[in-house]
């Protein structure tokens, strides 16, 4: 490990920890969703909402990318790819149980947690 990979990392954390980023399972941005007639369209309206925040996400990605220092730009990337699979397993946790009530928890998982990121990234680049 490089050592100044360590503090970079340190520095892109507090930088990231230090903006409110809050979506909550099945909160506000779930109920729209909870008020559909079906499992399946319970998933579906939650999996358009995912992609709406995945497309923020990367947007705010791709803008952070762009604004911070060139020494913080492998630390993001490792970070971003640790994230996307630390939050495939953890919401595959919610989608193990049985019943249909699994796809939705699974689904809503996938969507707060993406909501989550985004919002994070994005208070991310407001400070310099």
Known sequence: MR???VPAVIALWSL???GPA???????NYRSCGDKPSTLAVVEC?????????????AAYKALQARIDP??????????LLWV?????NCSFYGAQEGSIQQVQAAECIRS???HRARELES?????
């Open 85 to 89: 699979q630390y939050r495939d397993a």
């Open 22 to 28: 809050v979506a909550e399972m099945f909160g506000p």
């Open 16 to 18: 990231m920890a230090a």
């Open 3 to 5: 050592l100044g990979f």
């Open 46 to 58: 939650l999996q358009a909402k995912t992609k709406a925040s995945d497309q923020r996400l990367n």
């Open 113 to 115: 947690m993406t909501e």
């Open 71 to 80: 020494a913080q730009r492998q630390p993001l990337l490792a970070a971003q």
């Open 124 to 128: 991310a680049m407001k400070f310099d």
